[in-house]
């Protein structure tokens, strides 16, 4: 295994640490400050806008694309250290560059799934950063963790599906300009195998039957640069057969194709926003004082950042094997290093940004430092894509297989 970057990675990785500097960093209190003016909290500050411009005219727009002919072109062992660098500012940086979430993910599914149509009508626009969608698959009356278990109906009636169900959480959906949703549900959920009951459709914002009913917060955020998270409802919507993604039964292995890059996506980020974390730590550690020395000079302080830099050179290892496997010897085979790093990177963040926050005392909960937001970030991804407990008892069950 070689992890070495090489010249593309090298010359991305520069015009992307000189793009945050000189654009990102300096726009995040500007974003803050517009938004509070803003008619609708969901809408993009101005300074969105202009750092999407400024991202495209630099060529560092569509990174985590695979596919050549619609995005970079970059493998995950070349995309991974430019994702960790938008990690340290999650709010702007991944909008700024269009690989944010949830928008990844679907433009990958359209990529590698949706016919020709649908990638003109949807995919296209979505690549240049013109609309925003949502994908619509976790529900709050079943356990969403097993994603057998959805009840959303789709049952087709001539040349339609009708969509009923009630889901939440659904990334983005509260964005002005999300225009599409991918709706997992069952088009036949009476089958023999639970896998093959789900099917994927294409639902269009403003379809008859679709209300966006409510924002919910993460943590009591409203999480605006995701374009926040809601409950959606389908009441005998009606789209299509045309927009059927893939095959009927297909949702399942739909599912699984698209949160295998989406896990890794966020793990990469995630050392990120570890690294941000430690800049804070010891930025705050050298210029305070407590008890007659520096916070610096503190042996706890010290064990903290001591601590943070080893699990962070751990953690980003372990994610650079993983991408190199998923390169190599595609996600399925990588299928145990994606569930190790879904499991260790949140957790691992947590810990560092919690000591963070204890190091920033009330400026650590407070608005006027990003720790309590890039907090209730990674807490929630230990949930978000496949709670830990689901990572852990899959894993544990792979291993264990082998002795049987």
Not at 44 to 73: C, H, I, M, S, T
Not at 74 to 82: D, G, I, R
Not at 329 to 347: D, L, S, Y
């Amino acid at each position: 295994m070689d992890f070495a970057f090489d010249a593309r990675t090298e010359e991305l990785r520069a015009r992307l640490l000189a793009f945050m500097d000189e654009h990102v960093y300096p726009a995040e209190q500007v974003a803050h400050e517009q938004r509070e003016l803003l008619s609708s909290p969901w809408e993009n500050p101005p300074v969105v806008e202009e750092l999407k411009a400024e991202a495209r005219r630099q060529g560092l727009w569509n990174l985590f694309l695979p596919d050549a002919e619609y995005g970079a072109g970059l493998t995950n062992l070349q995309y991974a250290p430019l994702a960790e660098i938008t990690g340290r500012s999650p709010q702007l940086a991944p909008t700024a560059t269009n690989c944010a979430a949830p928008d990844t993910g679907n433009m990958e599914v359209l990529a590698q799934f949706g016919d020709e149509r649908q990638r003109k009508q949807w995919l296209e626009p979505l690549l240049a950063g013109e609309i925003r969608s949502a994908f619509a698959m976790t529900e709050p009356d079943v356990a969403s963790s097993d994603a057998t278990n959805i009840t959303t109906h789709i049952r087709r009636e001539g040349d339609e599906y009708v969509i009923s169900g009630r889901k939440w959480y659904i990334s983005g959906a509260m964005h002005p300009d999300c225009r599409i949703f991918i709706v997992m549900g069952k088009t036949d959920p009476d089958g023999p195998d639970i896998r093959r009951q789900q099917s994927m459709v294409l639902v269009p914002r403003d379809t008859p039957g679709v209300t966006v009913k409510r924002a919910m917060r993460v943590f009591g955020y409203e999480d605006h640069y995701h374009g926040g998270h809601a409950e959606v409802i389908f009441d005998e919507a009606r789209v299509p057969v045309s927009n059927l993604i893939g095959e009927e039964g297909g949702g399942f292995a739909i599912a699984q194709a698209r949160l295998g890059p989406g896990r890794i996506h966020h793990c990469m980020r995630l050392i990120g926003m570890a690294e941000r974390a430690i800049e804070l730590m010891c930025r705050r550690a050298v210029s305070r004082d407590a008890f007659g020395k520096a916070l610096a000079q503190q042996g706890v302080v010290q064990n903290w950042i001591a601590d943070a830099r080893v699990a962070v050179e751990q953690l980003r290892l372990l994610v650079l094997k993983t991408a190199w496997m998923m390169d190599t010897v595609g996600n399925r085979g990588a299928h145990t290093e994606i569930q190790a790093i879904k499991i260790a990177t949140p957790r691992t963040v947590v810990g560092i940004l919690d000591r963070a926050i204890q190091l920033y005392g009330a400026g650590g909960v407070s608005q006027d430092y990003p720790l309590a937001e890039l907090y209730a970030g990674a807490r929630t991804l230990m949930i978000a894509d496949g709670p830990d407990e689901v990572h852990q008892r899959s894993l544990a069950r792979r291993e264990i297989k082998k002795y049987l």
